[in-house]
């Protein structure tokens, strides 16, 4: 089954169990400053849980686009790491406004992945809150899961959308893809690693946190569940990473070609491909490469993808030639793609030529200090200079650290900022522009961002 088919048959089948397809909303949350982007597909309809908004109907369907890049919810750093995580992705969800609960919404998780996706029983484990004897009992005597694939985790399994707001225990499903894949089962010591895939959470919105941090029954339980539309193809096309699937198969083509790269399992062909699709989507719905707030993280992205670029040895302003390839398999799902081509392909261009500039010398300079260097620490005063002079963000030269096994003087990095905003301030030349790179500085944590979605736990 291809993604775009996986997609149609979940819309399909919430359908005939009477919910109305919703379209994906934009990565830009309508509703939420406080948000930096849609990063679950409950997002839209926040205030319909919260009773704050009445909808027409009290089922839903959508296929949400998803960015985490930022904030708690930030995968960033996982991409090119981990087989199943994107800064980018697409969650399919289903969703109750009072109507059902966790009955119905266990009963029809396991209905279309046993009976329409067909999926064998043996291969999928699941996991329930510590407390939710009422979900166990529906898994295990209902449903019939077997115990041996069956636990009872903590934190993992209680989703809370803030320290105030609606909350509740949550029933997670995984995907074991086979002894060859090393990890251990969930609530294992190694259960982050990729064999038991984490495929499909429902949330059973139950109560409603208060400021004095007692939870209240709600009047209304409600459902909210995200299955990544990537995970599932990757298990219904019998591949074990996500980077093996259709869609993205497509993409690390046409970025090899375009590269000079062959190897499809090459780490940063991965990475291109995946910061293709955040990049091309967040402009597509708004977003423009800045120095502040969600543009920061936008560039700081199309940066990244650039350096990989260059890491493979490839010297020419590239990035924005993917946007055909990205164009051509999801144009189809997500007109909006296709209509803003044009202005997401000159965004991503400008940008790269902006940084093609300053990209060599900065990385001359980094490998220089590099060969004479004590220790396994960058240090801050480089790291600075690069970001002041070179444009690299932070995280950009945390990646190539990283990739060599260093790790970057922070405090170092943090006083060498401090420094120059008092010579900055002595000088009288508080310029405006400088201003905004050091307020930038603040937002790379985005710590500003995160008031309504506590403790990754976000489904
Ligand atoms: P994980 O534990 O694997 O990081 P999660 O618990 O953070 O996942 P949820 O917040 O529960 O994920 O989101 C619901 C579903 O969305 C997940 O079960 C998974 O299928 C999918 N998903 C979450 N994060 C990503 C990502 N970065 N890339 C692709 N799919 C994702
Ligand atoms: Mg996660
Ligand atoms: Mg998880
Ligand atoms: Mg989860």
Redesign the pocket.
Known sequence: MKSAQIRDAFLKYFAEQGHTVVPSSSLVPGNDPTLLFTN?GMVQFKDTFLGQEQRPYSRAVSAQRCV?AGGK?N?LE?VGYTA???TF?E?LGNFSFGDYFKREAIQFAWEFLTKVLKLPEERLWVTVHISDDEAADIWLKEVGVSAERFSRLDEDNFWQMGDTGPCGPCS?IFYDHGPEVPGGPPGSDNDDLDRY?????LVFMQYERTADGELHPLPKPSVDT???L??IAAVMQGVHS?YEIDLFQALLKAAGDIVGCSDMEEKSLRVIADHIRSCSFLIADGVMPSNEGRGFVLRRIIRRAVRHGHKLGHKEIFFYRLVEALVEQMGDAYPELRERRETIESALRKEEEQFARTLDKGMALLEEALESLQGDEIPGELVFTLHDTYGFPTDLTQDIARERGLTLDMAGYEAAMEAQRERARAAGKFKQDYSGALELEGATEFLGYETTRAE?K??
Do not use: P, T
């Not at 895939?197 to 959470?201: G, L, P, R």
């Open positions: 679950a985490r919810h995968d996982n199943r995580h994107h992705f969650m997670e895939i984490e495929i499909w959470n995200g299955m990544g990537e995970r996500n990754g976000v489904i």
